[in-house]
């Protein structure tokens, strides 16, 4: 097996008449050191379906192939999906049939676009869309049990961060809804063609082995969207235009409505929602 350097990067792209776009999020990894990095860190097994999100060149699918039982790209890209299949089978043909790539925006990826129930995310995501793309597929995808994911590192901040901290928001909360999140270390620029304006990070998250609560999902993302839309704001003032009763309902949740938002756990939501 061959992993992509910087003079393959730059042949392929320059083959396809390819030119990275920030519409697309496009920059492409050529260091292989990195890519083995995040495929140590993600802890795979012989056994698990991989989804990737926006493989592009092929860099991580090349050093994903060995380590799983199938690996499905999710590419929207029409150029880039097309010649996939074809790297892989000219760098590492014993690991081509592994290979199954959907032309598709992630976005609205369901499992009949699939054609296996994957069990991990592993993915270097476009920063626009990166927490969109984790929790939508979480959503749609009972079968994911584990990823981590390659994103700027603000957002790699904010997709672990935990309750009391200044960057503790929207993404912590709903991504603690599905799973246990965590940083799993940090890549800088210069792994990229072309190399972005910032860092990014690694997050590592592995699914709640049961659901942690029945209350209804969208009802609860709307309170906690509610409950940081003005982070300045006590919890009884930013749910007073959302709810009826806000004083007796977080009352009965055992939740002080002078509290702000940041401070409360994902269990903290879900106790309001459900009362």
């Given amino acids: 097996m061959s992993l992509l350097g910087p003079a393959e990067v730059r042949r392929l792209a320059a083959e396809l008449n390819i030119r990275p776009t920030k519409k697309l999020g496009q920059n492409f990894v050529h260091d292989p050191n ?22 592009g060149l092929g860099s991580l699918t090349l050093a994903l192939l060995p380590n799983a039982a199938k690996v499905i790209a999710v590419e929207i890209d029409p150029p880039l999906a097309q010649r996939l299949p074809q790297t892989v089978q000219e760098l590492d043909p014993g690991n081509a049939d592994k290979l199954h790539v959907v032309l598709k925006d992630a976005l609205k990826v369901t499992q009949e676009d699939l054609p296996a129930p994957p069990t991990a995310i ?9 927490v969109p793309v984790v929790l939508h597929l979480l959503a749609e995808l009972p ?13 790699a901040d904010r997709m672990a961060a935990k309750p009391g901290s200044k960057i503790y928001g929207v993404p ?25 304006n910032v860092d990014s990070g690694l997050v590592s998250f592995q699914r709640h082995e049961s659901p942690l609560s029945t209350v209804d999902r969208k009802k609860l993302f709307r309170l906690v969207d509610a409950a940081f839309a003005q982070r300045r704001k006590t919890l009884r003032a930013a749910l007073k235009g959302h709810t009826e009763n806000v004083d007796e309902l977080l009352e009965k949740a055992g939740i002080d409505p002078q509290v702000r938002g940041e401070q409360l756990t994902v269990i903290d939501f879900i106790r309001i929602a459900e009362v």
């Avoid at 809804?177 to 063609?193: E, L, M, Q």
Wanted: proline share 6%; hydrophobic share 50%; aromatic share 8%.
């Fill in 34 to 55: 990195t890519v083995r990095k995040i495929v140590a860190a993600a802890d795979l097994t012989e056994e698990d379906v991989v989804l990737e999100v926006g493989p």
């Fill in 143 to 155: 079968s994911l049990q584990k990823g981590l994911v390659m994103v700027q590192a603000e957002v």
């Fill in 172 to 196: 912590s909360v709903k991504l603690a809804w599905y799973a246990d999140a965590k940083k799993a270390g940090s890549i800088g620029k210069n792994v990229f063609w072309p190399a972005p």
């Fill in 122 to 130: 592993v993915a270097n995501l476009p920063y626009n869309v990166a």
